[in-house]
């Protein structure tokens, strides 16, 4: 009964806090529909995913973060310096 209404509770969890995170408030309206379209979305997307990835290693989701959070920080640096020291001649 619950793997029917929560078929995918990972993907509700980051459904929620990706919405607040635009939002950019945390607010009981953004809750509520944050929690709307973090139940909505796996139920209506559920047969899509017949054969559900285990997650057998869960400290490997914080690993492969902080290599993309690193990316995003190297890229910035990167393009702060093009913006910031070359001509626009050569951009």
Known sequence: MLSRIL????LTLALI?????LMNSVTVGSLVFGAILGLFVPIMTAAYWPDRPRLRKPLRIIE??????????VA???VAGIVAFKPNSQI
């Open 7 to 10: 078929p995918h509770p990972l």
């Open 17 to 21: 806090i990706v919405w607040q995170m």
């Open 64 to 73: 492969y973060c902080l290599v993309v959070l690193w990316d995003i920080v």
């Open 76 to 78: 910035n640096v990167i």
